[in-house]
Nanobody
């Protein structure tokens, strides 16, 4: 059974930083491309960042590019999202997701069959 468990969310002031973690089990983690998505209050869930199996390719939505960094540790079956220079508009529930494929970035929710429960990030102004 695949499990993705996010942690690291919380309340932070604008300009601050948080590091989200997603621990994976039940899958061959090093063969899965991974992604982070978020759902802000009253909005649809949206793509944030993704990374291929090796970490060799990453991709970010424009609004976080230059502020967020996705990375992974295949030995620890964990993917991270380092979030710097946080803004109030980054407030959302952040979800980790896994693909059944290694090698291409996807920004589309339907291409991720496995999801975590989410972790709340709140940025105060």
């Amino acid at each position: 059974q695949v499990q993705l468990v996010e942690s690291g969310g919380g309340l932070v002031q604008a300009g601050g930083s948080l590091r989200l973690s997603c621990a994976a089990s039940g899958l061959a983690f090093s063969t899965n491309a991974m992604g982070w998505f978020r759902r802000a209050p009253g909005k649809e869930r949206e793509f944030v960042a993704a990374i291929t199996w090796s970490g060799g390719s990453t991709y970010y939505t424009d609004s976080v590019n230059g502020r967020f960094t996705i990375s992974r540790d295949n030995a620890e079956n964990t993917v991270y999202l380092q979030m710097n220079s946080l803004k109030p508009e980054d407030t959302a529930v952040y979800y980790c997701a896994a693909r059944n494929y290694c090698c291409y970035i996807s920004t589309q929710e339907y291409e991720y069959p496995y999801w975590g429960q989410g972790t709340q990030v709140t940025v105060s102004s």
